[in-house]
């Protein structure tokens, strides 16, 4: 039987395995992380906490809901089929898994639960610090129980963009030359390596805007229902959907010429 629920009720779902996940991602931090494997590259790394932490995600959704889909960073979609008009839960273990890796206190569990093909509820954890984001389609974006609202900045020149980079040379390279003539035109860039935090930043204005090339469906989902209900556009370039070509995350008033000059700049080509 497919059943879905409404967005406060997987909502609730995802706050309790988050939390659970992200203890035990902070517990294995403190007992020592080394590189299980590597992925795309050889910097494309991947640990035990991130395998661990998956598996335990998936073992909860499997006791509480164990009709739905699934589609993780490190397990695919399982033994899932497609969701077929019911629920699919989109897992990202540790976002940041390098931040992560040298102990850097920017690395969160993203869980986001996707009803038809729409994500309907998200939350952002970060592993370190126990700061929470939350967010239902329609119902507002939330840290730690506090209402976001984006940035109220209408000036580029004024705004501090976060960004991030892939793991291919060629990839950071393209990046590299983007963001080299992005900067002149901004306040400053910040780098920061979770995209889920990065957009959960720019929902509540501790960063003005948030652009990226490379994103997977679990760098984004949570985090861009989070920005998108504290008011900010997330889109790709030319009005296509955010996703792996561009993710952009503005405010209105930023939303415009930022656009304008990431599609000058190709921000979404190169390899
Ligand atoms: C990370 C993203 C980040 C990106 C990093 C990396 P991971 O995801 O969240 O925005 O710049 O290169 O892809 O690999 O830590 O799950």
């Not at 517990?27 to 992925?39: D, I, L, Q």
């Not at 329609?138 to 730690?144: K, S």
Request: net charge negative; hydrophobic share 45%.
């Amino acid at each position: 039987m497919i059943r879905t629920a409404p967005p406060q009720e997987l909502l609730e779902i995802a706050i309790d395995v988050a939390r659970d996940a992200a203890a035990t991602a902070h517990r294995m931090r403190a007992e020592g992380v080394s590189v299980a494997a590597t992925k795309s590259t050889a910097t494309d790394v991947v640990t035990a906490a991130d395998r661990a932490v998956e598996r335990q995600v998936l073992d909860a959704l499997r006791r509480v809901r164990p009709e739905d889909a699934v589609l993780g960073e490190e397990y695919g979609a399982g033994e899932t089929g497609p969701a077929a008009g019911g629920v699919r839960w989109i897992i990202d273990p540790i976002d940041g898994t390098v931040n992560y890796l040298y102990g850097l206190p920017y690395c969160a569990v993203s869980l986001a639960a996707e009803v038809d093909g729409r994500v309907v509820a998200g939350v952002v954890r970060n592993v370190a610090t126990g700061e929470e984001w939350t967010a239902t389609a329609g119902g507002g974006a939330w840290r730690d129980g506090e209402r976001l609202g984006c940035s109220t900045e209408t000036d580029l020149g004024q705004a501090l963009v976060a960004t991030g980079f892939g793991y291919d040379p060629r990839r950071r390279a393209h990046q590299a030359r983007v963001v080299a003539e992005l900067i002149p035109h901004v306040r400053d860039i910040r780098r920061m390596g979770a995209a889920a935090l990065d957009l959960c930043l720019a929902a509540e204005g501790r960063v003005d805007a948030y652009y990226e090339k490379g994103l997977a469906a679990w760098d984004l989902a949570a985090g861009g229902l989070v920005a998108t209900e504290a008011g900010l556009r997330v889109t790709g370039l030319d009005g296509r959907p955010a996703g792996p070509d561009l993710v952009i995350a503005a405010p209105p008033a930023l939303f415009e010429p930022l656009h304008t000059r990431l599609a000058a700049l190709d921000a979404s080509g190169g390899p």
